[in-house]
């Protein structure tokens, strides 16, 4: 009787680290698997699949609704890198990575991400303030949801 041929497993790290340098090598975005009953989804770059303007703007800002529309013009967003639940603090017990009013630099952490069980911290990649924050501890972010509102011109 004739052995039969194992299906390699799409899920093994070494097949998923070829896939990532194969989404790098043809500048893909996204990668979608299925195996039985088991599916993964592998997305790369700071750009959300779905467009940005599927969802309606609010009419007003709700932090300050007396501020000068021109006052948002000048903010910049740092956004998720990647799909997870965002963690504003390193464990329960610690204080939050930032507050209102904070002043981050390119390697200051932000945030945590949770993807896949794996803790990754997310770093400012700006200079400025803190002047919003924008989503809620323990939420799920998809890829380029913002984050945080800094302001550059400190």
Known sequence: M???EKTPDVFAMDRILELIDLMKEHDLCEIDLKQDDEQIRLVRGGQPVVPVAAA????????????APAADDNLITINSPMVGTFYSRPNPDADAFMKIGDVVNN????????????????????KG???AIL????????????????????
């Open 2 to 4: 004739a052995a039969k």
């Open 135 to 154: 989503v809620d501890d323990e939420e799920p972010v998809d890829v380029g949801k913002p984050l945080f509102k800094v302001d550059p011109s400190m």
């Open 107 to 126: 390697d200051t952490t932000v945030c945590i991400i949770e993807a896949m069980k794996v803790f990754n911290e997310i770093q400012a990649e700006v």
């Open 56 to 67: 309606p703007a609010p009419a007003a800002p709700a932090i300050a609704p007396d501020a």
């Open 129 to 131: 303030k803190i002047v």
